[in-house]
Protein backbone atom coordinates (compact mmCIF):
# COMPACT_ATOMS: atom_id res chain seq x y z
CA UNK A 1 0.00 0.00 0.00
CA UNK A 2 1.28 3.26 -1.10
CA UNK A 3 0.47 6.34 1.14
CA UNK A 4 0.68 9.60 -0.24
CA UNK A 5 1.05 12.98 1.60
CA UNK A 6 0.15 16.61 0.52
CA UNK A 7 3.06 17.21 -0.61
CA UNK A 8 4.80 13.72 -1.26
CA UNK A 9 3.55 13.66 -5.04
CA UNK A 10 2.82 16.44 -6.24
CA UNK A 11 -0.53 15.57 -6.85
CA UNK A 12 -2.59 17.05 -3.78
CA UNK A 13 -2.76 20.34 -2.90
CA UNK A 14 -0.53 21.51 -0.01
CA UNK A 15 -2.62 22.19 2.96
CA UNK A 16 -0.89 23.26 6.38
CA UNK A 17 -1.53 21.28 9.85
CA UNK A 18 -3.18 23.87 12.05
CA UNK A 19 -2.66 21.24 15.02
CA UNK A 20 0.80 21.60 15.29
CA UNK A 21 0.77 24.72 16.74
CA UNK A 22 2.66 28.04 16.91
CA UNK A 23 4.99 30.37 18.35
CA UNK A 24 3.91 33.20 20.50
CA UNK A 25 6.28 35.54 18.85
CA UNK A 26 7.68 34.92 15.34
CA UNK A 27 10.99 36.15 16.90
CA UNK A 28 11.36 33.10 18.97
CA UNK A 29 11.78 31.23 15.60
CA UNK A 30 15.27 33.32 15.80
CA UNK A 31 15.87 32.71 19.16
CA UNK A 32 15.19 28.84 18.59
CA UNK A 33 17.97 29.66 15.82
CA UNK A 34 20.50 31.29 17.60
CA UNK A 35 20.08 28.51 20.41
CA UNK A 36 21.39 25.22 17.57
CA UNK A 37 24.14 28.03 16.73
CA UNK A 38 25.18 28.69 19.83
CA UNK A 39 26.55 25.39 21.86
CA UNK A 40 29.07 25.36 24.69
CA UNK A 41 31.10 23.02 22.21
CA UNK A 42 31.89 26.21 20.22
CA UNK A 43 34.43 27.17 22.85
CA UNK A 44 35.84 23.68 22.91
CA UNK A 45 36.26 23.46 19.34
CA UNK A 46 37.56 26.46 18.72
CA UNK A 47 39.92 26.23 21.39
CA UNK A 48 41.23 22.81 19.69
CA UNK A 49 40.84 23.28 16.03
CA UNK A 50 41.23 27.18 16.02
CA UNK A 51 44.89 27.09 16.93
CA UNK A 52 44.91 30.65 18.44
CA UNK A 53 43.92 32.55 14.98
CA UNK A 54 41.67 34.90 17.22
CA UNK A 55 39.10 37.23 15.58
CA UNK A 56 40.49 37.30 12.12
CA UNK A 57 38.68 33.64 12.28
CA UNK A 58 35.59 35.15 11.95
CA UNK A 59 36.25 36.75 8.64
CA UNK A 60 36.08 33.12 6.78
CA UNK A 61 32.84 32.24 9.16
CA UNK A 62 31.39 35.18 7.59
CA UNK A 63 32.51 33.90 4.09
CA UNK A 64 31.65 30.40 4.36
CA UNK A 65 28.06 31.97 5.96
CA UNK A 66 27.53 33.50 2.13
CA UNK A 67 28.84 30.53 0.19
CA UNK A 68 27.05 27.61 1.58
CA UNK A 69 25.10 28.54 5.52
CA UNK A 70 22.65 31.24 4.68
CA UNK A 71 21.49 29.40 1.77
CA UNK A 72 21.28 26.07 3.27
CA UNK A 73 19.31 27.65 6.43
CA UNK A 74 16.70 29.05 3.97
CA UNK A 75 15.90 26.00 1.91
CA UNK A 76 15.48 24.15 5.46
CA UNK A 77 13.16 26.87 6.79
CA UNK A 78 11.26 26.61 3.35
CA UNK A 79 10.92 23.36 3.50
CA UNK A 80 9.63 23.08 7.25
CA UNK A 81 7.30 25.84 6.38
CA UNK A 82 5.73 24.11 3.37
CA UNK A 83 5.67 20.86 4.78
CA UNK A 84 4.55 21.94 8.18
CA UNK A 85 5.77 19.08 9.79
CA UNK A 86 9.52 18.47 11.34
CA UNK A 87 12.18 17.14 9.45
CA UNK A 88 11.67 13.08 9.24
CA UNK A 89 8.39 14.21 6.72
CA UNK A 90 10.15 17.37 5.63
CA UNK A 91 12.38 15.66 3.65
CA UNK A 92 9.51 13.72 1.51
CA UNK A 93 9.42 16.64 -0.34
CA UNK A 94 11.19 14.31 -3.33
CA UNK A 95 12.05 10.61 -3.53
CA UNK A 96 15.49 10.79 -3.68
CA UNK A 97 15.35 12.73 0.01
CA UNK A 98 13.12 10.19 1.82
CA UNK A 99 14.92 8.51 4.29
CA UNK A 100 17.20 12.07 5.25
CA UNK A 101 14.84 12.73 7.79
CA UNK A 102 15.28 9.23 10.09
CA UNK A 103 19.42 9.80 9.20
CA UNK A 104 19.32 12.95 11.22
CA UNK A 105 16.84 11.85 13.99
CA UNK A 106 20.07 9.13 14.47
CA UNK A 107 22.74 11.73 14.19
CA UNK A 108 20.68 14.34 16.42
CA UNK A 109 19.68 11.55 19.01
CA UNK A 110 23.65 9.97 18.73
CA UNK A 111 25.05 13.75 18.86
CA UNK A 112 23.14 14.98 21.96
CA UNK A 113 24.20 12.05 23.87
CA UNK A 114 27.95 13.32 23.61
CA UNK A 115 26.75 17.26 24.02
CA UNK A 116 25.45 16.03 27.65
CA UNK A 117 28.87 16.29 28.91
CA UNK A 118 28.06 20.04 28.84
CA UNK A 119 25.22 19.97 30.95
CA UNK A 120 26.76 17.58 33.58
CA UNK A 121 30.25 19.36 33.92
CA UNK A 122 28.49 22.42 34.90
CA UNK A 123 26.31 20.75 37.29
CA UNK A 124 28.86 19.34 39.08
CA UNK A 125 30.85 22.65 39.77
CA UNK A 126 27.17 24.10 40.46
CA UNK A 127 25.71 21.62 42.72
CA UNK A 128 29.69 21.45 44.79
CA UNK A 129 29.12 25.17 45.02
CA UNK A 130 26.61 25.24 47.16
CA UNK A 131 29.00 23.66 49.96
CA UNK A 132 30.28 25.46 52.68
CA UNK A 133 33.68 25.10 51.76
CA UNK A 134 34.71 24.55 47.81
CA UNK A 135 36.61 21.84 46.83
CA UNK A 136 38.96 23.25 44.85
CA UNK A 137 39.82 25.92 46.81
CA UNK A 138 42.68 26.27 49.14
CA UNK A 139 41.07 24.84 51.50
CA UNK A 140 38.90 21.80 50.09
CA UNK A 141 41.96 20.90 48.34
CA UNK A 142 43.50 19.39 51.57
CA UNK A 143 40.66 16.51 51.71
CA UNK A 144 41.36 14.79 48.96
CA UNK A 145 44.75 15.98 47.26
CA UNK A 146 47.38 14.86 49.01
CA UNK A 147 50.14 14.92 46.58
CA UNK A 148 51.07 18.65 46.70
CA UNK A 149 54.91 18.07 46.74
CA UNK A 150 54.59 15.97 43.61
CA UNK A 151 52.22 18.07 41.70
CA UNK A 152 52.43 21.93 42.58
CA UNK A 153 48.92 23.47 42.65
CA UNK A 154 48.22 27.18 43.20
CA UNK A 155 47.71 26.72 46.24
CA UNK A 156 51.09 25.30 46.80
CA UNK A 157 53.63 26.21 44.17
CA UNK A 158 56.61 24.71 45.14
CA UNK A 159 59.52 23.47 44.06
CA UNK A 160 60.42 19.95 45.37
CA UNK A 161 64.34 20.08 43.34
CA UNK A 162 65.70 23.62 42.94
CA UNK A 163 69.15 22.15 42.19
CA UNK A 164 67.83 21.42 39.03
CA UNK A 165 66.57 23.07 35.77
CA UNK A 166 63.28 22.15 34.26
CA UNK A 167 59.55 23.70 33.75
CA UNK A 168 57.50 23.96 36.44
CA UNK A 169 53.67 22.98 36.20
CA UNK A 170 51.35 24.21 38.89
CA UNK A 171 47.55 23.04 38.72
CA UNK A 172 44.80 24.63 39.06
CA UNK A 173 42.53 22.96 42.43
CA UNK A 174 39.34 22.82 39.83
CA UNK A 175 41.05 20.92 37.15
CA UNK A 176 42.15 18.26 39.63
CA UNK A 177 38.94 18.05 41.44
CA UNK A 178 37.86 17.11 37.87
CA UNK A 179 40.07 14.43 37.15
CA UNK A 180 39.37 13.56 40.75
CA UNK A 181 36.00 13.22 40.05
CA UNK A 182 35.70 11.47 36.58
CA UNK A 183 38.74 8.76 38.21
CA UNK A 184 41.19 10.24 36.34
CA UNK A 185 43.59 11.65 39.55
CA UNK A 186 46.96 10.82 37.90
CA UNK A 187 46.07 7.39 36.69
CA UNK A 188 47.90 6.15 33.76
CA UNK A 189 46.91 2.73 34.04
CA UNK A 190 43.27 2.58 34.02
CA UNK A 191 41.96 5.69 31.87
CA UNK A 192 38.77 4.30 30.76
CA UNK A 193 37.23 3.95 34.21
CA UNK A 194 33.43 4.55 34.75
CA UNK A 195 33.22 7.62 37.09
CA UNK A 196 29.94 6.58 39.06
CA UNK A 197 29.44 11.26 40.03
CA UNK A 198 29.50 11.75 36.47
CA UNK A 199 27.04 8.98 35.56
CA UNK A 200 24.95 10.25 37.69
CA UNK A 201 24.89 13.66 36.56
CA UNK A 202 24.26 12.30 32.97
CA UNK A 203 20.91 11.04 34.71
CA UNK A 204 20.21 14.06 36.46
CA UNK A 205 20.76 16.30 33.05
CA UNK A 206 18.60 14.42 30.92
CA UNK A 207 16.37 14.22 34.08
CA UNK A 208 16.12 18.17 33.53
CA UNK A 209 15.94 17.92 29.41
CA UNK A 210 12.88 15.41 29.94
CA UNK A 211 10.95 17.96 32.83
CA UNK A 212 11.60 20.82 30.12
CA UNK A 213 9.71 18.93 27.17
CA UNK A 214 7.01 17.73 29.49
CA UNK A 215 5.74 21.12 31.14
CA UNK A 216 6.73 23.25 28.27
CA UNK A 217 5.59 20.88 25.29
CA UNK A 218 3.14 22.92 23.19
CA UNK A 219 5.37 25.35 20.88
CA UNK A 220 4.02 28.84 22.45
CA UNK A 221 5.89 27.71 25.90
CA UNK A 222 8.62 25.82 24.76
CA UNK A 223 9.43 28.93 22.44
CA UNK A 224 9.27 31.23 25.50
CA UNK A 225 11.41 28.81 27.44
CA UNK A 226 14.10 28.67 24.43
CA UNK A 227 14.05 33.12 24.44
CA UNK A 228 14.84 32.95 27.96
CA UNK A 229 17.12 30.43 28.35
CA UNK A 230 19.37 32.33 25.40
CA UNK A 231 19.28 35.41 27.07
CA UNK A 232 20.23 34.30 30.32
CA UNK A 233 22.97 32.50 28.11
CA UNK A 234 23.46 35.48 26.91
CA UNK A 235 23.71 37.82 29.66
CA UNK A 236 26.11 34.90 31.44
CA UNK A 237 28.85 35.62 29.17
CA UNK A 238 28.71 38.90 28.97
CA UNK A 239 29.19 39.09 32.72
CA UNK A 240 31.85 36.13 32.64
CA UNK A 241 33.58 38.35 29.75
CA UNK A 242 33.50 41.40 31.61
CA UNK A 243 35.07 39.50 34.78
CA UNK A 244 37.54 38.36 32.65
CA UNK A 245 38.65 41.97 32.28
CA UNK A 246 39.47 42.54 35.56
CA UNK A 247 41.75 39.35 35.45
CA UNK A 248 45.58 40.16 35.89
CA UNK A 249 47.41 39.74 32.38
CA UNK A 250 43.90 39.72 30.32
CA UNK A 251 45.07 42.45 28.18
CA UNK A 252 47.95 40.64 27.05
CA UNK A 253 45.51 37.60 25.71
CA UNK A 254 42.77 39.98 24.19
CA UNK A 255 45.66 41.82 22.34
CA UNK A 256 46.86 38.32 21.40
CA UNK A 257 43.32 37.25 19.92
CA UNK A 258 42.97 40.25 18.00
CA UNK A 259 46.57 40.37 16.48
CA UNK A 260 47.28 36.56 16.26
CA UNK A 261 50.37 35.78 14.23
CA UNK A 262 50.80 34.20 10.87
CA UNK A 263 51.29 30.61 11.68
CA UNK A 264 48.30 30.48 14.03
CA UNK A 265 46.54 31.67 10.79
CA UNK A 266 47.26 29.39 8.31
CA UNK A 267 46.73 26.08 10.68
CA UNK A 268 43.02 27.40 11.66
CA UNK A 269 41.77 29.04 8.92
CA UNK A 270 40.72 25.39 7.81
CA UNK A 271 39.05 24.33 10.56
CA UNK A 272 36.37 27.47 10.60
CA UNK A 273 34.45 25.56 7.59
CA UNK A 274 33.95 22.98 10.67
CA UNK A 275 32.55 25.59 13.23
CA UNK A 276 30.33 27.23 10.41
CA UNK A 277 28.15 23.76 10.54
CA UNK A 278 27.38 23.99 13.92
CA UNK A 279 24.65 26.36 13.15
CA UNK A 280 22.53 23.50 11.78
CA UNK A 281 22.22 21.88 14.97
CA UNK A 282 22.97 18.64 16.35
CA UNK A 283 22.50 16.03 13.63
CA UNK A 284 22.61 19.00 11.05
CA UNK A 285 18.29 18.48 9.98
CA UNK A 286 17.31 20.46 13.38
CA UNK A 287 15.93 23.96 11.51
CA UNK A 288 12.75 22.59 9.55
CA UNK A 289 11.23 21.65 13.14
CA UNK A 290 11.44 24.60 14.68
CA UNK A 291 10.21 26.63 11.75
CA UNK A 292 7.51 24.30 10.66
CA UNK A 293 5.35 25.24 13.52
CA UNK A 294 5.51 28.53 12.52
CA UNK A 295 3.58 28.16 9.17
CA UNK A 296 3.76 31.62 7.35
CA UNK A 297 4.19 34.20 9.76
CA UNK A 298 8.28 34.04 10.00
Known amino acids: MVY?????????????????????????????????????DIFEV????????????????FLYMVIYLVPILVVHSFMGQFSSSGFIAAFRLAPLFKGMGYVSIFLTFTTLIYYSMFVAIPLL????????????????????HNRTDEYPTLCHPTIYKPHENYTLGVEAPSRLYFDYIRQDYFNTDKRFDISRPLIGLFTLSWALIAIIFYHFSEPAKFGKCIRYMVITTMVLVVVCFVRFLFLPGSHKLLWMYITPNT??????????????????????GSVPCPVSTDLRQT
Do not use: H
Not at 12 to 39: I, M
Not at 125 to 144: A, V
Open 125 to 144: FLINSFRPTLPWSCEGLKSW
Open 263 to 284: KDFSEGIYSTFIMALQAFGAGW
Open 4 to 40: ETSYASGTKPFSPDPKRGKWEKPTDYLFACFGLALKL
Open 46 to 61: SYWFFFNIGFVGMLPY
